[in-house]
């Protein structure tokens, strides 16, 4: 696959082609589902009528947003009428109060938390944009995940300083996009809330990082939760004593793209979306500090650089195929270059 730096349209359609082939696909299937009896020994479809494909629940929920997204993005490419049609089918109301009472239930209260939490809220706040009833319809699923997050988060004393599903930095970051775009303040505020309990005295960042199996970096990923979250000024002081160094390329394993030795083993291929979820990181930094910061073109440069080793293995074994388009475009449309004044 060709790896342009920009979201062409030519590579909107190549994304939209590889999603659109497995969220409708059944098998494989890897479930998050606690089974407390005979009765719950059901299959992805009947669990989720949804969001049943793309190997697992959480990567059938973003790569629904990547549909979304692509048909925002460039509404001409090839696959766009395809796209509506499988939106149609999918978030009808009987289809998404399946997929609310299966979260709803108290054996499911850890269900996909918090990663496919803050991807549905994430999906949600790009399907609400839409001239399409879509967002309506899927708003009483991400309405329940908000009030899951609500009453999570202050329960939650430590962040989770993973580079994997578990990662707190991610979800609040996802799930700001949906807070500002609904108008949810209750959330957004505790957002914030958790986000400076959780980071805001962290400083000089070791980053003793990659792990084997990370899809996102530990020390990029809460840079760029407090980017989102942080307003611009507090976010330079901030940064620059959690990465004291980094304007000179320290520490180095941030800007070293990893290598990704087999990419038909699902957890090795991880390191394929730690590149693309890292050159996300690094635009959105370079974006999210003010004007003229010494870092930024340090940080463009290392995007550029973690983009161009993975990009190209966003198809080719279904263990990445399945997944790694998301991350793709995260990096090509979210990670912004522009900087704030």
């Known amino acids: 696959m ?24 059944e098998f494989p299937n890897k479930l998050d589902h606690l089974m407390t009896g005979p009765a719950d020994v059901r299959g992805p479809r009947d669990l989720h009528p ?3 494909g793309s190997f697992d629940w959480h990567s059938c929920v973003h790569s629904h947003w990547l549909l979304a997204s692509l048909l925002r993005l460039h509404p001409e490419i090839p696959q766009a009428t395809n796209i509506r049609l499988h939106f149609d089918q999918a978030f ?3 289809k998404v109060e399946a997929e609310r009472a299966y979260m709803s239930a108290e054996s499911a209260r850890g269900f996909s938390r918090p990663y496919g939490w803050a991807w549905l809220l994430k999906l949600h706040s790009e399907l609400v944009v839409h001239d399409a009833p879509w967002g309506a319809r899927l708003e009483p699923l991400a309405t329940a995940f908000a009030g899951r997050f609500k009453a999570f988060l202050p329960l939650c004393d430590y962040p989770i300083r993973t580079g994997v599903h578990s990662s707190t930095a991610f979800a609040l970051s996802l799930s700001a996009d949906y807070a500002e ?25 070791q980053a003793w990082e990659p792990s084997g199996d990370d899809f996102l970096s530990p020390a990029l990923m809460e840079a760029q ?5 942080m307003e611009a ?5 901030w940064f620059d004593r959690f990465l004291p160094d980094a304007v000179s390329g320290v520490p180095q394993t941030l800007f070293q793209p990893a290598r990704v030795s087999d990419r038909t083993d699902g957890k090795i291929a991880h390191l394929d979306g730690l590149n693309l979820s890292r050159a996300w990181c690094w635009r959105s930094i370079a974006a999210d500090l003010p004007g003229k910061h010494r870092l930024q073109a340090v940080a463009i440069d290392a995007a550029e650089r973690h983009l161009q080793a993975s990009l190209p293995h966003v198809a ?13 475009l995260l990096a090509l449309s979210e990670g912004r270059e522009g900087v704030k004044s």
Not at 320 to 328: C, F, K, V
Request: aromatic share 12%; net charge negative.
């Open 2 to 25: 060709s790896s342009p730096s920009v979201l062409t349209a030519d590579f909107a359609a190549s994304l939209a082609a590889i999603a659109l082939g497995h969220v409708n696909r």
């Open 181 to 205: 775009v609904v108008g949810d303040q209750d959330l957004l505020d505790l957002l914030r809330t958790k986000a400076m309990a959780w980071y805001g005295q962290d400083h000089a960042c």
């Open 233 to 237: 000024g507090g976010f330079r002081d």
């Open 92 to 94: 009808t109301v009987e």
């Open 316 to 328: 080719g074994d279904y263990m990445g195929e399945h997944w790694l388009a998301s991350y793709a």
């Open 225 to 229: 939760c407090m980017g989102r979250l």
């Open 50 to 52: 949804i969001f049943y």
